[in-house]
C-alpha cells in the first residue's frame, strides 16, 4: 500500500510503483535493499518488512507552490491633532453687534476635515450634529457669520478643529478660544485722547497742568503715573499745552477727526535752569536808595511769580530761581517817583537791571 499526499488529502492506493519520485503526488519512494532499486512494489514484498520502501514525503502540495499572504502591516498611529486659531472682526477688541465675522484657521498633517463653533466650553464628540464638514485639506482658512447671545459684556467662543484619522470617534481633535472683553462700547462720533509725561531721565511727572484748547478749553493733570486722558471731545482742531513748576511750557496742536482715539504717546518736559535778576537802586545823584521796595512780577506763562524784596543798605536787591519768559520790575520808596522795567529772561540767565528813582 503506498500513501499519496496531495494538496489537501491524503489517498491509500494499491498500485504497484517503482522507486523513484512522482512528482505529481509529491512522494519520493526510497528501497531499502539493492534487490528492489529498479523493480516495482508487489503485495508480496509486504511480507519482509526489511525490504520495504521507505515512504518520503517530499513537499506538501502540489504544483506551483504558492506566494504566501503577506501579513498586514497597520498604517501608524495619527494623535496629532489640528494646530488652530480664531480672530473675531479682524482682531478687534469689541463689538457693538451680536452679529461678528469669525476668522478660522487650521492645519493639520493628514488634513483638516471639519470644525465647531460653539460659546459652551463642552468638547463635543465627533459625530455631534453641530461639525461642519469641509473639504480635506492640510491647511484650511475661512471667514464665518456667528450670532453671539444678546447683552453686553465679556463672550467667549470656542471652536474645535478636528482632522481625517481614523474612525470619526477616534478623529483628534483641537481647541481654540476668543474672548471679547468687557464692556462692549457703544460706538460714538466723541473722540479720545491720551498719554503719558516723563521728565528727562523718564521719571513719571505727576500734577502736570493740561490743557485742550479747541471751540471750548478742558483741563486736566496727570496722576501719580504720569497718565493723562481727555474724553468726550469733539472732532476738530486743538492745541494741547503741558505747564508744571520748573519745566518749561510746552505746546502742540492735534486735529482729531469723528470718533478718533489719539495716543499722544510719551510727552518729555525739561527741566527749567534756573535764571535770576538783579541790580541796584539809585537816586538821581547816582547814590544807592535803602529800604526801596521792589516787585517782580512774570507775565504770560509766569503770571503766578509774585515776589518783592527791600533794598540793602547799597540799594541792592536780587531775585533768583526764576524760569525764562517775561517780567515787570518795579520799585518805589515814598517821596520818589516809581521806577518801572520791563525784562524777557532767557532760560539760565542772571539779568542786571539797575532802577533810578527820581524824587517828586
Excluded at 480664531?86 to 487650521?106: F, H, K, P, Q
Amino acid at each position: 500500500m503506498v500513501l499519496f499526499v496531495t494538496r489537501t488529502r491524503l489517498y491509500v492506493s494499491h498500485r504497484p510503483l517503482k522507486n523513484g519520485v512522482y512528482p505529481n503526488y509529491g512522494i519520493k519512494l526510497v528501497p531499502t535493499n539493492n534487490n528492489h532499486s529498479n523493480g516495482s512494489i508487489a503485495s508480496s514484498d509486504n511480507s519482509d518488512s526489511s525490504i520495504r520502501p521507505k515512504l518520503v514525503i517530499v513537499y506538501q502540495s502540489l504544483g506551483t507552490t504558492p506566494t504566501p499572504t503577506p501579513t498586514p502591516t497597520s498604517a501608524p498611529s495619527d494623535t496629532t491633532a489640528p494646530s488652530g486659531s480664531i480672530t473675531i472682526n479682524s482682531g478687534n477688541e469689541y463689538a457693538n453687534s451680536t452679529s461678528v465675522t469669525i476668522s478660522l484657521s487650521a492645519t493639520d498633517a493628514t488634513g483638516v476635515t471639519g470644525y465647531y463653533v460653539s460659546t459652551s466650553s463642552t468638547t463635543p464628540s465627533s459625530s455631534d450634529s453641530g461639525w461642519t464638514s469641509v473639504t480635506s485639506t492640510t491647511s484650511y482658512s475661512a471667514s464665518i457669520s456667528y450670532t453671539l447671545s444678546s447683552g453686553d459684556g465679556s463672550k467667549t467662543i470656542y471652536v474645535w478643529y478636528k482632522d481625517a484619522a481614523g474612525a470619526p470617534t477616534q478623529a483628534n481633535f483641537s481647541l481654540s478660544s476668543l474672548i471679547l472683553p468687557s464692556p462692549t462700547p457703544v460706538v460714538s462720533d466723541l473722540c479720545e485722547v491720551y498719554g503719558f509725561v516723563t521728565d528727562e531721565d523718564n521719571h513719571d511727572l505727576t500734577e502736570v497742568n493740561i490743557a485742550m484748547e479747541g471751540e471750548k478749553k478742558i483741563k486736566t493733570k496727570t496722576d501719580e503715573d504720569g497718565y493723562f486722558e481727555f474724553t468726550g471731545l469733539e472732532a476738530g482742531k486743538y492745541t494741547v499745552t503741558y505747564e508744571k513748576e520748573g519745566y518749561r511750557k510746552q505746546s502742540g496742536d492735534i486735529t482729531l477727526v469723528e470718533g478718533e482715539i489719539r495716543d499722544l504717546g510719551i510727552i518729555v518736559m525739561e527741566q527749567n535752569i534756573a535764571g535770576s535778576i538783579y541790580g541796584t537802586v539809585t537816586d538821581a545823584e547816582n547814590e544807592p536808595v535803602e529800604s526801596a521796595k521792589v516787585k517782580l512780577k512774570g507775565k504770560g506763562s509766569n503770571a503766578k511769580v509774585k515776589e518783592k524784596y527791600t533794598t540793602e543798605e547799597d540799594g541792592s536787591y536780587e531775585f533768583t530761581d526764576l524760569e525764562e519768559g517775561t517780567y515787570i520790575i518795579q520799585a518805589k520808596k515814598k517821596g520818589y517817583k516809581k521806577a518801572k522795567e520791563r525784562i524777557k529772561l532767557s532760560d539760565g540767565e542772571d539779568n542786571e537791571v539797575d532802577l533810578v528813582l527820581e524824587k517828586k
